[in-house]
């Protein structure tokens, strides 16, 4: 169980989640991703300082 997918990209053309389900023949859970901690952050007032920051790592190493 994870506490955050990042949905980050897999060495291939799969997702890193994928990839660790494939190879360890395990199911991968979640409580949150990272489009759920964008969601959150667009719409925090106090936090929303923190999205460009989050949104250009989704833009580098994320899926997305």
Do not use: F, W
């Amino acid at each position: 169980m994870l506490s955050l997918d990042r949905q980050e990209k897999g060495r291939g053309s799969l997702s890193a989640i994928q990839e660790l389900e494939r190879d360890y023949q395990c199911q991968v859970y979640s409580i949150i991703t990272l489009d759920d901690l964008i969601s959150y952050l667009t719409e925090s007032e106090t936090l929303s300082a923190h999205l460009p920051a989050v949104k250009a790592y989704r833009e580098r190493y994320g899926i997305n």
